[in-house]
């Protein structure tokens, strides 16, 4: 019976992949017809552009169906059929009836979400296995029997276990075959406004982030032109699911940390916990907003100009920098108008000593002068009138700032700044920052100091705050845009005279005849080709039509001021954990953080299930959650392994070697299966020395050993975990604890952690091995 099954399932599924080998064939032909093509209107060369990225993404969407295309099918009360997979396909036929139904059109969501208790008007789910396009098994499910009423089940719990313990591969895999209810409700909730899902270990919170993004991008087309920023923890983590969406047909997704979300800069300067901390605080966007002002008319003003001293004062300065500030653009943008009031200033000031000095001399000539001819006496009177106020004011100061010393002068003043300037200035003056951060202790202070030199990621955010406040002068670049434009229509108009110059009079038209200059230099203009994904990453102020933040838990506050900049529209999907917080900078509390951008103006979802994570896991990390959170409730396990975890107690020189040992023995037991050991992030290199292992800033995840600090861990998940020195993973941070839970439950089969000395009280109660 089975085979027979199988069989009649595998000649449909030859039938959606003959369609869809026809529809890649089609869309390539056309990809490639578009190319060739050339010139025409601008308006043309448009939609050709246009038309090329419309055929490559189709093309790359038929490509990312290719394994697994059909996963399942759903058999109706009403006699109907439905096969479900990654795309919609329909026949060649004029009505184009449905052939596969795409995995996030409502009329799919009954295979995610029927059960026995409310079937949906399914009678049947059949989960269907794959091989590249072989058919090789078959799941089903009959859910109108009399008598099942158990309505909270899990859907297709044998292709969802199988799923589950199927060996790592060190890239995360999609569950769109798989996906249960509680996580379905989520992935197709409304998009507009702020969804935070709190979801413990294993609960699937980052398939679903991505999932998410998948089907906003199918259900609201538009957002494609915006894209989905999707923002994980570590590169780590990015390289980890960086195959998922692809694999569900979507790109025009960019997966970034926060770090790297400042174009131009690497975040890779190490700085002390004490530090980032500190810079995570709300409080600091206030620092960066005071160093910017302390940059801004400093005063008092002194040049020489013309054997003149010429002296503002503070006062006035101010006052300059007021009607500046008034205009409420950024600081290189109110720029010239502080100086425009500053050298008007000037100018005041030179012209009124300017008719000091005439009224004085006139005054002095005339008494040498006494008695003479009353037209010389005349042509004297007539000299102050070169210099009225007006005509003065506005003769000089031109004069004024083309003098080099001026100009430089009155740039101090209110000098043009880029981000990377002002924070190293600030960060390398102790004075500068005691000005800027009154309210911090001279402690935090001293931790912020430090010489010029590199970018930490927790200066990120700081970046991009100073950013906004000091915004950028176009002047310079539109006026190089500018000559850059004339020289292109300059030189095309040479070439149009070259061949107006070999036209022969029997031709009827001349080039110049067809199209001018400045429409052949158009027609040369270069194209931005660009994904949207990578327009999105080298412009800081690219607003996303949607942002998903994955370990959201772990962002600062000033990081999530940088990410409300990156989406104006506020529409987010922010997915974590509270109870793995491990960063000092990160929170506790999602109100705590939303209510200073969002008010109360966001909803909370809750995942309860945890498919990843055996129940003899989750038993161990009982005491460390109870220490993190005693009103913590953690995740429901759904399945057993049968395997306790264990630790083992090993002298403190000891311990890179047995280690070492330990982890050879845990391979040889794991078969084809994945090993994470995961250390302290102090004794990453040491220890990455001692175990052979994939290792350092981005190792090889399909690795089959991986030694991770304990940072890099998060998000990830391994057959088997080894955890050595659980003390110095407690002790590393304030909120080691959180640490050493995201470890623990990081594994979908075994456990073992390794410690010197007595074992902490978080992990006393792990059986001894």
């Avoid at 008010?599 to 995942?607: C, F, I, K, Q, S």
């Avoid at 311990?655 to 982890?663: N, T």
Wanted: aromatic fraction near 4%; charged fraction near 25%; proline fraction near 5%.
């Amino acid at each position: 019976m089975i085979t027979s099954e199988i069989d009649r399932e595998q000649e449909y599924v030859a039938r959606l992949y003959e369609r869809v080998d026809l529809m890649r064939e089609q869309a390539s032909a056309r990809l490639a017809g578009t190319l060739e093509q050339n010139g025409g209107t601008p308006q043309a060369r448009i939609e050709r552009d246009v038309a090329v990225t419309r055929y490559a993404e189709r093309v790359a969407r038929l490509d990312a169906a290719e394994s697994g295309l059909c996963f399942g099918r759903i058999d109706l009360r009403d006699g109907g059929r439905r096969h479900i997979g990654r795309i919609g396909l329909l026949d060649e036929s004029a009505e184009g009836e449905p052939l596969l139904i795409d995995w996030r059109a409502p009329a799919a969501r009954p295979f995610y979400v029927a059960t026995a208790g409310a079937p949906q008007g399914v009678s049947r789910r059949r989960h269907i296995a794959t091989r590249g396009r072989r058919v090789v098994g078959l799941d089903d499910e009959v859910l109108d029997r009399d008598g099942l009423a158990d309505a909270g089940g899990l859907t297709g719990e044998a292709a969802l276990l199988a799923a589950v313990e199927a060996g790592r591969t060190g890239r995360m895999r999609d569950i769109v075959a798989t996906l249960q209810a509680e996580q379905d409700d989520i992935i197709r909730s409304a998009h507009r406004g702020i969804l935070v899902v709190q979801g413990g270990p294993g609960t699937g919170k980052t398939a679903v982030a991505l999932h998410r993004a998948a089907y906003l991008l199918y259900t609201h087309r538009r957002l494609a032109a915006r894209g989905v920023l999707v923002v994980g923890p570590n590169a780590t983590f990015l390289t980890y699911i960086g195959q998922v969406l692809p694999g569900l047909g979507e790109t025009n997704v960019l997966l970034s940390t926060v770090a790297e979300l400042f174009p131009g800069v690497t975040a890779d300067r190490h700085e002390s916990t004490a530090a980032a901390e500190v810079k995570g605080r709300a409080a600091m966007a206030e620092v960066v907003a005071s160093a910017v002002r302390a940059r801004q008319a400093p005063g008092p003003l002194e040049v020489e100009f013309g054997g003149e001293t010429l002296r503002i004062e503070r006062e006035t300065l101010l006052r300059a920098a007021e009607r500046a500030r008034a205009t409420r653009l950024p600081h290189n943008q109110a720029r010239p108008i502080f100086q425009r009031e500053v050298v008007a200033e000037l100018a005041a000031l030179l012209a009124d000593s300017t008719r000091r000095l005439t009224a004085r001399l006139e005054a002095e000539v005339a008494d040498v002068l006494a008695g003479t001819e009353d037209a010389i006496a005349e042509d004297l009177a007539s000299m102050p009138a070169a210099f009225e106020e007006d005509t003065g004011d506005l003769d000089l100061r031109p004069e004024l700032w083309e003098d080099p010393g001026v100009r430089a002068a009155v740039e101090e003043q209110w000098p043009a700044l880029t981000p990377q300037r002002l924070l190293a200035d600030l960060f390398a003056d102790a004075d500068r920052l005691a000005s800027a951060a009154p309210d911090l202790t001279p402690a935090e202070r001293a931790s912020l100091l430090r010489p010029p030199g590199g970018w930490s990621p927790a200066d990120v955010p700081l970046l991009d705050e100073a950013a906004e406040l000091l915004g950028r002068d176009e002047r310079a670049a539109e006026r190089r845009a500018a000559r850059a434009r004339e020289q292109r229509v300059a030189y095309a108009q040479g070439v149009l005279d070259i061949a107006a110059g070999s036209w022969s009079a029997d031709e009827a038209l001349s080039a110049a005849d067809l199209l001018g200059a400045e429409d052949l230099a158009d027609r040369h203009e270069e194209r931005d080709h660009r994904t949207v994904a990578e327009r999105a990453a080298a412009d800081r102020t690219w607003a996303f039509g949607h942002v998903i933040v994955d370990e959201a838990q772990e962002l600062s506050e000033m990081a999530w001021r940088l990410l409300m900049r990156r989406c104006p529209s506020r529409s987010m999907t922010i997915v974590g954990d509270v109870a793995q917080t491990g960063s000092a900078a990160g929170t506790t509390s999602w109100g705590h953080v939303l209510a200073p951008h969002a008010g109360d103006r966001w909803r909370l979802a809750r995942l309860s299930v945890n498919y990843r994570t055996p129940a003899e896991v989750m038993t161990a990390t009982e005491d460390v959650l109870a220490a993190i959170d005693p009103d913590q409730e953690p995740p429901r396990s759904v399945r057993e392994t049968g395997v306790r975890p264990w630790r083992l107690a090993v002298a403190a020189g000891a311990l890179p070697s047995r280690l070492a040992e330990v982890a050879a023995e845990e391979v040889e037991s794991l078969g084809d299966g994945r090993l994470a050991v995961i250390v302290p992030d102090s004794r990453a290199a040491e220890l990455g020395v001692a175990v052979p292992s994939a290792s350092g800033d981005e190792p090889d995840l399909t690795s089959r050993v991986v030694l991770l600090g304990v940072r890099q861990a998060k998000g990830l998940e391994f057959d088997s975990v080894l955890i050595a020195d659980p003390a110095a993973i407690l002790a590393e941070s304030p909120r080691g604890r959180g640490d050493l839970y995201v470890a623990m439950t990081r594994t979908t089969r075994r456990l073992g952690i390794l410690h010197s000395g007595p074992a902490p009280s978080e992990i006393a109660a792990v059986p001894p091995r």
